[in-house]
C-alpha cells in the first residue's frame, strides 16, 4: 500500500472512530441528565387587615393593609410569633401609633419537605382593636386556630379550631360550627363574621378562622368610619409535583420486541449510538478496502 492510499484509509477510520465517541458521548448524557422536580408551596397569617379608614376632615379611604406573622415556604421565614401588633395612620389622632392585636400565643408556621406541605396557625387570649375605637376591642376571642396540609399523593386537607363564643364590641357572640353571624352595634355599626372558611382542591387545601366584615363609625380621633376585611387564622398549601414515573416494559412486550424481524430503525435508542458507531467505523473500512484495491489494479 503506497503513501496516499495510507493516508486515505487513516483518514477515514479516524472520522468514523471520532463519530462513533460523538455517538456514544451523547447517548450518555442523555442517560444522566437529571430528572426534573417540583416542590410544594405552604403559608399561613395570624392576622391580615385590608381596612379603608374615612376621616371627619373629608379625607376619604386611608388605607390600612397590615398582616401579623405571615410566613411562607419555601422562603426564608417559615415561622413567627409576635405576639403584640402596631400601627399608626396620618391624621388618625396626630399619627401615634396604636395596638391592633395584642395575644398571649399568636404563631404561624409553614413547611415543605419531601412528604409534603403543610401550614398551621394559632391565636391565643386575644383581643383586636380598629381605629378610632381604642377602648373597645372589636374582637376578644379564647383560642382559634387553622390548618392546611398537602401530603405528596394523598388528599389535601383544610381544617380550623374555634371556641364557643367570642367577644365583638363587648357583646357576647355564639358561634356555631360554620357560616355566618351578623352582629349590629348601636351607635357604632355592624361586624359580620365568616366562621371556620375551609376550601380543597386536588392539590392544594385553604382555611381561616375568622373572617371579619367590618363598617363601623366611630366619630372619635378623627375618625368619620371604618370599612373593610379582617382575617384570624389563615393558612393554606399546595401539593407537592410528584416525582416522574418510571415507564417499565412487560416481559410480553419483550419477548414480541425480540420475535420481531430486524427492521431498518427510524428512531432513536439506547443502543442507536453503538450502531451508529459501528456502521460508521464498517462503512470506512469498506472505502479504505476499496481505495486500495484500486492502487493495487493501478499499479499491477
Do not use: W
Not at 396626630?94 to 412528604?115: I, N, Q, S
Not at 378623627?222 to 398549601?237: F, K, P, R, S, Y
Amino acid at each position: 500500500m503506497n503513501h496516499t492510499a495510507r493516508r486515505a484509509a487513516a483518514t477515514l477510520l479516524t472520522t468514523a472512530a471520532l463519530m462513533a465517541q460523538a455517538a456514544v458521548t451523547a447517548a450518555h448524557a442523555d442517560e444522566s441528565a437529571p430528572a426534573a422536580g417540583g416542590h410544594g408551596a405552604a403559608s399561613a397569617a395570624v392576622l391580615r387587615a385590608g381596612l379603608e379608614v374615612s376621616l371627619l376632615d373629608g379625607t376619604l379611604g386611608v388605607p390600612l393593609n397590615v398582616t401579623l406573622n405571615e410566613v411562607q415556604a419555601p422562603g426564608q421565614a417559615t415561622a413567627a410569633r409576635e405576639t403584640l401588633l402596631t400601627a399608626s395612620l396620618d391624621g388618625v389622632d396626630g399619627g401615634r401609633p396604636f395596638e391592633m392585636l395584642r395575644a398571649d400565643v399568636a404563631d404561624a408556621t409553614a413547611t415543605v419537605d419531601a412528604e409534603g406541605s403543610v401550614a398551621e396557625t394559632s391565636l391565643a387570649a386575644a383581643q383586636v382593636t380598629v381605629p378610632g375605637l381604642p377602648m373597645r376591642p372589636l374582637i376578644e376571642l379564647d383560642a382559634i386556630a387553622a390548618r392546611a396540609h398537602c401530603p405528596l399523593g394523598g388528599t389535601p386537607v383544610a381544617e380550623t379550631d374555634m371556641p364557643a363564643a367570642v367577644t365583638v364590641f363587648g357583646q357576647e357572640v355564639p358561634l356555631t360550627v360554620e357560616g355566618s353571624v351578623n352582629v349590629p352595634v348601636p351607635g357604632v355599626g355592624e361586624v359580620t363574621l365568616d366562621l371556620s372558611r375551609t376550601e380543597t382542591s386536588e392539590g392544594a387545601a385553604a382555611a381561616s378562622a375568622l373572617d371579619l366584615s367590618i363598617e363601623v363609625n366611630p366619630l372619635n380621633l378623627d375618625i368619620a368610619g371604618v370599612t373593610g376585611t379582617l382575617t384570624l387564622a389563615e393558612a393554606g398549601c399546595e401539593t407537592p409535583a410528584a416525582p416522574p414515573r418510571t415507564q417499565t416494559v412487560s416481559e410480553e412486550e419483550t419477548e414480541e420486541a425480540e420475535d420481531a424481524p430486524e427492521m431498518a430503525a427510524t428512531g432513536g435508542g439506547s443502543a442507536t449510538p453503538y450502531v451508529i458507531g459501528g456502521g460508521v467505523g464498517l462503512l470506512a473500512a469498506g472505502a479504505a478496502t476499496v481505495l486500495i484495491a484500486k492502487r493495487r489494479r493501478r499499479t499491477a
